[in-house]
């Protein structure tokens, strides 16, 4: 009985311990030559510039429908003023750093798994192996390092557009005196909130790839277990972005 | 006394209570074709796969070229790594690049030549394997025969010592198989480097086999040339010899 409800629990912390490993392994193969900067850009263009429309998307309608909500409560008390302020704080400390890295683990984290996993079973990581070649330095190092780059640059296409839509909505739409939003923004909104954005998202970007890759890597049993490690991939990756997202937001504001 | 290539005493390996290799002694001689032969899950490529360290046995020795690996760390067992060439049971080309870089892949990760000689080298290796207009396909393009030839190139382009194959001919048909087989004999008679291959085509094998080895049980129950192995008398032998044959065919191959 016991036992039975430990089992999940001891399997989290194992895969945890495991994972973590991978990561100090992948770290320090990036600091050993040869540096293998074309995989490291080809990461980058994946994760980062094929995700750009998504992030865009993303980013714009959070923005409006903040606006859109904000105005529903603020006008309860005439401090419409405020909706502004609200999306942009929203936006840079919280929404965009979050949705980006979940559309990302979406995107990139499940291509990621499914790739190593396909590699996995067609015996692509063990040729490396047999090559003498580090199959982490070659598979998993570049992709932790191009998340870890592009994951913030993302937040902060997320961010402007989120705050240009809420513009447009609250000005434009609803009719918000222009003068109050932008100065109540201004004034609320420090630089410090957008940097925190920008160092969870940089977090969320080693998280989604290590626990992605991870998946893939470590894949067992043909196409169905690609399926399952792909599967696998993005829910274990979210969760841990959201849990994580608490726990650096406790620390940080 | 001749020369071994590798050498395996009293090898272990299970997995959880399932004991795949029950005390493997096996001595592979340099230069030779050494084909071990098995049924389907008996264990021949978790045996194959101990010979280049991807899997740790529970208990025994194995000695390349003096060395005993098992208990090597991983940068000393990758030096020994590059002096080996395998070829995967589906060739294993890495499906991101064309067929030129794949065999150009462990020339430039562990040389330092330049790309007109690697030019040269993958050039002379995809003409030994019949594909030399073939360089700018990808792997998705080509048939099973073809990425199993373009997987042997890649084993061949560091010109190691040791080459491992895993099921050359598995799921190709007869006549593939034969052109397959007969390049594995012609590079190695060209080449005269060590040879290990596992497969269940007992016949096929028959073909490139200097030495013949039959793993039962985890263990190797017997060892020879063809020629004695065909005559043996274990029971085990003639069972596995006898459910080659096809009914009603005497032709006398075996």
């Given at each position: 009985?016991?036992?039975?409800?430990?089992?999940?629990?001891?399997?989290?912390?194992?895969?945890?311990?495991?994972?973590?490993?991978?990561?100090?392994?992948?770290?320090?193969?990036?600091?050993?030559?040869?540096?293998?900067?074309?995989?490291?850009?080809?990461?980058?263009?994946?994760?980062?510039?094929?995700?750009?429309?998504?992030?865009?998307?993303?980013?714009?309608?959070?923005?409006?429908?903040?606006?859109?909500?904000?105005?529903?409560?603020?006008?309860?008390?005439?401090?419409?003023?405020?909706?502004?302020?609200?999306?942009?704080?929203?936006?840079?400390?919280?929404?965009?750093?979050?949705?980006?890295?979940?559309?990302?683990?979406?995107?990139?984290?499940?291509?990621?798994?499914?790739?190593?996993?396909?590699?996995?079973?067609?015996?692509?990581?063990?040729?490396?192996?047999?090559?003498?070649?580090?199959?982490?330095?070659?598979?998993?190092?570049?992709?932790?390092?191009?998340?870890?780059?592009?994951?913030?640059?993302?937040?902060?296409?997320?961010?402007?557009?989120?705050?240009?839509?809420?513009?447009?909505?609250?000005?434009?739409?609803?009719?918000?005196?222009?003068?109050?939003?932008?100065?109540?923004?201004?004034?609320?909104?420090?630089?410090?909130?957008?940097?925190?954005?920008?160092?969870?998202?940089?977090?969320?970007?080693?998280?989604?790839?290590?626990?992605?890759?991870?998946?893939?890597?470590?894949?067992?049993?043909?196409?169905?277990?690609?399926?399952?490690?792909?599967?696998?991939?993005?829910?274990?990756?979210?969760?841990?972005?959201?849990?994580?997202?608490?726990?650096?937001?406790?620390?940080?504001? | 006394?001749?020369?071994?290539?590798?050498?395996?005493?009293?090898?272990?390996?299970?997995?959880?209570?399932?004991?795949v290799?029950?005390?493997?002694?096996?001595?592979?001689?340099?230069?030779?074709?050494t084909v071990i032969i098995g049924k389907s899950g008996g264990g021949k490529t978790v045996l194959l796969?101990?010979?280049?360290?991807?899997?740790?046995?529970?208990?025994?020795?194995?000695?390349?070229?003096?060395?005993?690996?098992?208990?090597?760390?991983?940068?000393?067992?990758?030096?020994?790594?590059?002096?080996?060439?395998?070829l995967f049971q589906e060739?294993?080309?890495?499906?991101?690049?064309?067929?030129?870089?794949?065999?150009?892949?462990?020339?430039?990760?562990?040389?330092?030549?330049?790309?007109?000689?690697?030019?040269?080298?993958?050039?002379?290796?995809?003409?030994?394997?019949?594909?030399?207009?073939?360089?700018?396909?990808?792997?998705?393009?080509?048939?099973?025969?073809?990425?199993k030839?373009?997987?042997?190139?890649?084993?061949?382009?560091?010109?190691?010592?040791?080459?491992l194959f895993d099921e050359p001919t598995s799921a190709l048909d007869p006549?593939?198989s034969?052109?397959i087989l007969?390049?594995i004999?012609?590079?190695?008679?060209?080449?005269?480097?060590?040879?290990v291959v596992i497969s269940h085509d007992i016949m096929g094998m028959f073909r490139i086999a200097?030495?013949v080895a039959l793993l039962s049980d985890g263990?190797i129950i017997e060892?020879?040339?063809p020629?004695?192995v065909?005559?043996?008398?274990?029971?085990v032998t003639?069972e596995f010899l006898n459910a080659t044959k096809i009914?009603?065919?005497?032709?006398?191959?075996l």
């Amino acid at each position: 009985m016991i036992k039975a409800f430990f089992a999940p629990l001891e399997k989290i912390v194992r895969e945890f311990g495991r994972v973590s490993m991978m990561l100090v392994e992948s770290i320090l193969l990036a600091f050993r030559p040869p540096f293998k900067l074309n995989y490291i850009f080809k990461q980058m263009e994946f994760i980062g510039v094929h995700s750009v429309f998504v992030v865009i998307l993303t980013g714009v309608f959070t923005g409006m429908v903040l606006a859109l909500q904000s105005y529903y409560g603020f006008r309860k008390f005439s401090s419409e003023g405020l909706v502004g302020a609200t999306v942009a704080l929203s936006m840079t400390r919280e929404l965009g750093p979050v949705l980006t890295s979940l559309m990302v683990t979406g995107r990139a984290g499940s291509a990621m798994a499914a790739e190593l996993g396909a590699m996995r079973v067609t015996e692509q990581i063990d040729a490396l192996t047999v090559m003498a070649l580090n199959p982490i330095k070659y598979l998993v190092t570049p992709r932790v390092i191009a998340a870890f780059l592009m994951l913030p640059l993302l937040t902060v296409i997320a961010d402007f557009v989120g705050i240009v839509g809420g513009y447009l909505v609250g000005v434009k739409l609803l009719g918000i005196n222009e003068g109050a939003y932008i100065d109540k923004m201004i004034k609320f909104v420090e630089l410090n909130d957008i940097y925190n954005g920008l160092v969870k998202a940089a977090v969320f970007g080693i998280i989604l790839s290590i626990v992605s890759c991870y998946k893939g890597f470590y894949t067992k049993g043909g196409a169905e277990g690609v399926g399952r490690s792909t599967t696998e991939a993005v829910v274990a990756s979210s969760v841990t972005i959201l849990v994580t997202d608490y726990i650096l937001t406790s620390f940080m504001f | 006394m001749e020369e071994k290539a590798i050498r395996i005493v009293n090898l272990h390996k299970s997995f959880g209570t399932q004991k795949v290799l029950n005390g493997i002694n096996l001595e592979i001689e340099k230069g030779k074709t050494t084909v071990i032969i098995g049924k389907s899950g008996g264990g021949k490529t978790v045996l194959l796969k101990h010979l280049i360290g991807l899997i740790k046995p529970d208990e025994g020795e194995i000695w390349i070229n003096g060395a005993e690996i098992t208990q090597l760390k991983d940068k000393e067992l990758n030096d020994i790594r590059v002096g080996f060439g395998m070829l995967f049971q589906e060739a294993a080309l890495f499906d991101s690049m064309d067929v030129f870089d794949n065999i150009a892949f462990p020339l430039r990760e562990h040389t330092k030549r330049s790309e007109k000689e690697i030019e040269r080298i993958v050039e002379e290796k995809l003409k030994h394997v019949g594909l030399l207009r073939f360089g700018d396909k990808m792997p998705s393009e080509l048939s099973g025969g073809m990425r199993k030839r373009v997987g042997l190139a890649r084993a061949l382009a560091l010109d190691p010592d040791i080459i491992l194959f895993d099921e050359p001919t598995s799921a190709l048909d007869p006549i593939i198989s034969l052109t397959i087989l007969d390049l594995i004999k012609e590079t190695q008679t060209r080449l005269n480097k060590t040879y290990v291959v596992i497969s269940h085509d007992i016949m096929g094998m028959f073909r490139i086999a200097d030495k013949v080895a039959l793993l039962s049980d985890g263990k190797i129950i017997e060892y020879g040339t063809p020629y004695e192995v065909r005559r043996s008398k274990n029971e085990v032998t003639m069972e596995f010899l006898n459910a080659t044959k096809i009914p009603g065919f005497s032709g006398g191959e075996l």
